[in-house]
């Protein structure tokens, strides 16, 4: 059988804010066919991740060193790949069969995913089943996934929390900063969000529980927005954002006070917008701050991230922002959008129209 | 019995680099006598070290955070506490005597320190009785005291380091640069340093052993610099000049690299030059920036470091850069020098003439 496959590449490297027009939709027919002896899996995508992290991976060659170890460059014209989940339609592999529900960092930006697998390649390994249907199928694309770990690793580990600390999220309303303020507030620490709009700030006030929150495009002076939301400093600060924000918590942070860098959107579109921690600070403060991925954390933290995350789904106490784009035309102006602020939570792209 | 006391104060805050006109030797009539009952010690100085964290404390008020938890402020018209050493000659505390060889890191930055104790202060309990002469007196106001300390603590608890790492060290011909790429060589590193003179430079790679030392003035890309040093990478950077210099480490750091921020030399003069570390790099290289003061880990490595120091320097394998200037008057050149580069090595005031 053979279908028609409609995926999104870029026309050319992206070094500044991407723009819908950066992108191209492109057609290719798909045989959905496995020849005898292959172990190719090939999945119908139904949720599909857009993230920040992935215009580094779009950036031209030399903007982005690519000796980290991490995922690669996503070059003009070719599949773009990112975390998403779908339903196996063809397989060569003994292990997927057709109809299983599977999700994989490495699903397309398109309508289809086709995973190239052998028994030597381990790669294959990282596609997994997705048998616990108790919640949502969209949670186990982030919040059971690489959001949530990120969530969960980079405040149990990296910020290494005391009850009663105080905390400060930037991107508060973002996949991973809801969560974080969430499993903070749980934990018992005292929780400040920062936001983009009123609407959002309402949302972590209201529905997400955080002790407080504001619109940091209505503040001009940021150190002293800070000094006002925590008059006894930060203990830990989650940055998702860098710039200037990240400037005025060093500012505010307390001695021994912990800095989780998980990104730093507002410097990937404009490099000119780095910030400049007060060194002096640092020192005297004894300040540490430290860059993670969620990766190295997964084997030490998954059990108890899920134990716990379904713990508190289950007791209604954990609330999932999803925001929903919908058909394969939308991934560029979803993906656009999460620089302009527009996403409330997890944005993703549903593709279950013509399932 | 009574002298003449003269004694250094600066004339009024200073919030940039410092001048020997910022400063004022001021004179005073001392008695050497105690009144009964008190617990006071007075003691004639003989070695008086400059460092440049206490320009930070000469700033006006504002400009350095009072709530560190740090040494206080140091006010206009005042006397200027600091490291030092010194003889006796006047107790009424039954611990001290006249003629005891004594270091404290409460000296006044003059002939004279007079330390006010009680039984209940335990501010006296810091003054330390020096008996060990196998040594020139002078490594006790720095290799055996705060700087030891400082390069022993930062390398070993900060940096964590492995053997066969790469480690670069910025103010590297300085009083805690130098030991601390000492330190590294004999552990094992492979030892990079900055400095700011040909001389400086020479000194590290011909007595102290580096594998390699540049002068930063000389370079016009500090990036390519540390490129060329290290085509495959920095694993530790330790920090003593912050600004331009650490944004350049950040670039050509390792994953899972680490720097200790000692100090941040550039930036207490002007913080108009701040460095900006690309927090880009920082997520995706997992790197770890931390401040620390020495302090903190007394404790714990004082007896290791004074063992492995003692080993090393008992087998000629540890080398010593002391900077010697003369006399109380020279004390505000002394420590104005040191914003300037112009000390090569731990910068002391010695006062034997008067003895």
Known sequence: MEVTNRYVVIKHNIDGA???????????????WIEPGKYDVIVKNLYLSVDPYQLNRMKSPGCF???????GAICPGQKINGDGIGRVV???NPEFKEGDLVSWYC?????????KMSPSNMEGAKLRKIEMMEFPLSYHVALLSLS????????????????????????????VGSLVGQYAKLFGCYVVGCAGSQRKVDLLKEKLG?????????????????????PDGIDIYFDNVGGEMLEAAIENMNPF???????????????????????????????????????????KVYKDFLSTTLEHLQ????????????????IPSAFAGLFRGDNVGKKMVELLADD
């Open 210 to 230: 955080f002790d407080e929150a504001f619109n940091y495009k209505e503040e001009t002076d940021l150190k002293s927005a800070l000094k006002r939301y925590f």
């Open 315 to 330: 007791g209604g106490k954990l609330h999932v922002l999803e925001d929903m784009s919908h058909g394969v035309e939308s």
């Open 90 to 92: 063809a397989s060569g």
């Open 148 to 175: 949530g770990i990120t969530a969960y690793a980079g405040f149990f580990e990296v910020c290494k929390p005391k009850k009663r600390e105080k905390l400060f999220v930037s991107g508060a309303s973002g996949s």
């Open 18 to 32: 991407p723009l819908e027009s950066d992108f191209e939709l492109r057609t290719e027919a798909l045989s959905l």
């Open 107 to 115: 699903m397309s930006w398109g309508e289809y995913s086709i995973i």
């Open 65 to 71: 060193q690519q000796d980290m170890n991490f995922a």
């Open 257 to 299: 006070g912990r800095v989780a860098v998980c990104g730093a959107i507002s410097e990937y579109t404009d490099k000119g917008r780095r910030g400049a921690p007060n060194m002096v600070n640092v020192v005297y403060k004894r300040i540490t701050i430290q860059g993670f991925l969620a990766a190295d954390h997964y084997k």
